[in-house]
């Protein structure tokens, strides 16, 4: 990354066309002109881009989130556009095409060359995040007949259009998948062998319709450069890069972090268009939790005549909910996340369920000690000290077995665990943890009354 | 990923020895033999693994969490892991002397060939974390006088042993770092060219004691399949691989979606090795805000007058501290996401900041409405009804504000803003949600009663 006082500068030598700044730029890697392009105004991009050739650009905008590259194309004039779009890679153009408006996407695709249009037209049916929506088309295929050396020269040949040169693969007349070569095995090769005598045949592809997450996984798991698509009669498509796979799971990464925290959206945007985009994200959870927690409110009414008795009673309900609450949240973060990253499976299921009940007991008690000792010490109250300490050591225990078994429960249902966000889970944790507590305190204060009726008859006796 | 069935067979398959689970292994990706060897008990494994070469034991264990690898490794004999050590690329035998006593680390290490011995024992001496504990030093390296032709012949040659083979290095005869060509413009470039003249000057590298986050954003970033690490002197010291950047983006993950939880660890483990693990992880800000939250308590013990003359103002005391504690960690929640993904920046800051805190503000508005309105059918009281939806209201849009900030704050003081956990938003939020609610009560009570008596001294008058 550039350091912050060079992007400055860079932008305002190119601002000033210096010829500086023209000899700087040509050093520069793309990523690194994506963002001093960032740090300069929309309507000062269009001069800052003429100092770049068509290709140059095209590599640029494919480092910018596709929203932004748009942003920018209209600054330009329609021919610059074609141009530019005819340096991109196609699913870095249909990436584009997705967040434009379908009649100017279109008008573009109208003016790009006859081979690529016919292309661009099948990808843009493809959903967003399939396999599909995710490939490209530019890759290298070689035939089960052809030698080594054949084989090396396709890919000189035809490499420099394609994403990746490293894995060529094997396909028939029809472009069905036959088997897979990396180009460190071909260059390995004695140059006059068949490709059918050295190739991988049990090639690991996705289909074209796999979830993209699935996709990035596959790719993650056997740590691959790429992977191929093919459709349901085995006929290769395209290819999905590592570079894309690691896009992939920083954006699902995202999205689990968000819906853990109740944000409700497919899309990863931190900028909303409009304040309403921002809270239609967050407000079903935030209702749903509401009318949740007006049970909450009704415990409290129904046991309302112990606040009136004692209202210290009342003191001790937020420390209670939050640490319930807190415990909870730890629990299903745990359990997301080990789910997520697969890491929990059958065979440690039962151990991770019992651990994590265990540990809330620990905290349970360690916490409940500390609360029940403040407060004694706060309001030298024996009874409400005992029912407030039990009820943390109680909740805590069961706090942390419904983090964990929330989730898994989804899970099993086939709905995404992190759905059971943070709040849903509080929730639940908040409502049991009230019962708790009151039924104790009512319990607690009735033996020690008994108890001291009991002290006082013996008393009045002796 | 192999279908849960096919795992059971082939696991009974090879733990009868058959000739047929022999003839499916030796087809079958090393992770997907991983996942196999996970099924099976752990004295068994000892039976399955004498069905493979010692080379493939190896690509096996590569595949495990060093833990289990070294758990496996125990049930064999010393000559068997020495060969299968052998096998394996310096990293991850790094890896597993990392998870093994020292004693026996060393012990294995001078059972190792000369060679790997003293490289070993400088790797040994890295930071785990760093790009230093990350990289491998199984390169390739050629030198700038060389031509394309010879640059290839060493590509095929010394590229057995290598991590990859589609970067190669070019350093001088002391090995400090002067280009990079990949293997695909090599294998484009005419054979007689020398490899100073087609080399990339400005290479792409870390340092040595870099973190190992830092390292995995750069590959993320410029697209990268490797990136060479070198010392304070531009000597090549190794590299780090994509596949490895792609598992330290999901540790990364693992441990922030952890921190934002409330949980620290610096270590991702799922399951602990004891119950006290597992508490330990989570006490910390159990701890800190049990006591923060015993100010809430304060609060109300402040107010417990309004209590005790309006019992029904407790009754809200759950639903208003959860709603605050749920848009807090919202906002939070993406927050920290934003910093993480560089998707936050200087520019877009105060948008953000303000964006979010009239979402606050909008998602107040309609949560206030809600619960006013809850509020006054229950208990049919105007007064409580208006300070309960006011509270809300006021709450929410100040809660967004704080999940926003605090982070932020803590970013701005260069600490992890992750550690900005979701308890700790929560129990700042609780103790300001209560504050606005008991003062907004107060005085609604006693602007109604003023009222109340005005209303009577004119119909006294009247």
């Known amino acids: 990354m550039l350091p912050k006082k060079d992007i400055v500068l860079l932008k305002h030598l190119v601002l000033n066309k210096s010829e500086e700044a023209q000899k700087i730029l040509a050093n520069l890697h793309p990523a690194d002109i994506a963002e001093i392009l960032d740090e300069i105004k929309n309507g000062n991009k269009k001069q800052f881009l003429q100092m770049l050739s068509s290709s140059k650009i ?122 897979v070569l990396s180009l460190r095995e071909l260059i390995a090769a004695p140059r006059d062998k068949k490709i059918k005598d050295i190739m991988h045949t049990n090639v690991i592809s996705v289909k074209v319709d796999d979830d993209q997450e699935e996709v990035a996984k596959i790719i993650s798991r056997y740590g691959l450069l790429a992977v191929p698509v093919v459709d349901d009669n085995n006929r290769l498509l395209g290819i999905v890069t590592v570079d894309d796979a690691m896009e992939v799971l920083e954006a699902e990464n995202t999205e689990d972090i968000h819906k853990m925290a109740g944000i409700t959206t497919e899309e990863d945007v931190l900028l909303n268009s409009s304040v309403w985009e921002a809270s239609k994200r967050r407000i079903f959870w935030l209702i749903v939790c509401l009318f949740g927690d007006m049970i909450s409110g009704k415990v409290i009414d129904g046991y309302s005549s112990v606040i009136q008795s004692v209202v210290a009673v009342a003191f001790f309900i937020p420390v209670l909910m939050a640490t319930g609450g807190n415990i909870g949240t730890q629990s299903l973060a745990l359990t997301v996340r080990g789910i997520a990253t697969e890491e929990l499976n059958k065979k440690n299921l039962f151990k991770f369920i019992l651990g994590e009940t265990l540990a809330g007991l620990q905290l349970g008690i360690i916490c409940g000690a500390i609360i029940s000792l403040v407060a004694y010490t706060w309001q030298q109250d024996i009874k409400l000290s005992a029912a407030v300490g039990l009820a943390m050591c109680f909740s805590l225990t069961v706090a942390s077995l419904v983090g964990v078994l929330i989730p898994l429960l989804f899970n099993l249902m ?49």
Chains 1, 2 share one sequence.
């Open 58 to 179: 095209a590599e640029v905008l494919e480092e910018l989130d596709p929203s932004e590259s748009v942003e920018i194309l209209e600054e330009l004039p329609e021919e610059e556009i074609v141009k530019i779009l005819e340096n991109m890679s196609v699913d870095e153009i249909i990436d584009l095409f997705q967040e434009m408006p379908t009649t100017q996407a279109e008008h573009l695709l109208a003016k790009l060359p006859k081979e690529d249009y016919e292309e661009l037209k099948e990808l843009l049916k493809m959903a967003e995040d399939t396999a599909g929506g995710l490939m490209t088309t530019d890759y290298v295929y070689i035939f089960a007949d052809e030698t080594v050396n054949q084989a090396i020269e396709d890919a000189r040949k035809f490499g420099q259009e394609a994403e990746t040169i490293y894995y060529l693969y094997v396909v028939d007349n029809k472009k069905h998948l036959q088997g």
């Open 414 to 462: 086939s709905i995404d665990p992190a759905v059971a966000s943070g709040p849903f889970i509080t929730t639940v944790v908040d409502i049991i943890t009230l019962l708790i507590y009151f039924t104790l305190s009512v319990n607690l204060i009735e033996i020690f009354n008994v108890q001291n009726s009991i002290v006082q008859q013996i008393g009045v006796i002796v």
